[in-house]
């Protein structure tokens, strides 16, 4: 079974950074793609960021020049996010989808607060 473990989260002032983490513990899957998405209150879930495992990236048109997807190592990634706006508070969740098993893992999520 695949367990995504999600770090990272936490406030920050407008203009600022954070860093969040994401580990997909438990899967062989060579074939697969990360991403990180967002649920603000009120607001339905929106992708931020993906990543393929041969890490093709792409950004939801909000985060563009803002945030960097990274995937360090097999099966984790990273999300830069620089010049944070409250508009970005929200709950990021971490996605890891297998394309060989047809399956999708969620993580439990990571709250972001960006204050004015």
């Known amino acids: 079974q695949v367990q995504l473990v999600e770090s990272g989260g936490g406030l920050v002032q407008a203009g600022g950074s954070l860093k969040l983490s994401c580990e997909a513990s438990g899967s062989s899957d060579s074939v697969y793609t990360m991403a990180w998405y967002r649920q603000a209150p009120g607001k339905q879930r929106e992708l931020v960021a993906e990543?393929?495992?041969?890490?093709?990236a792409r950004y939801s048109d909000l985060v563009t020049a803002r945030f960097t997807i990274t995937k360090p190592y097999e099966h984790t990634v990273y999300l830069q996010m620089n010049s944070l706006k409250p508009e970005d508070t929200a709950v990021y969740y971490c996605?890891?989808?297998?394309?060989?098993?047809?399956?999708?893992?969620w993580g439990k999520g990571t709250r972001v607060t960006v204050s004015s």
């Open positions: 990543i393929t495992e041969d890490n093709y």
């Open positions: 996605l890891f989808k297998t394309w060989v098993r047809s399956v999708e893992y």
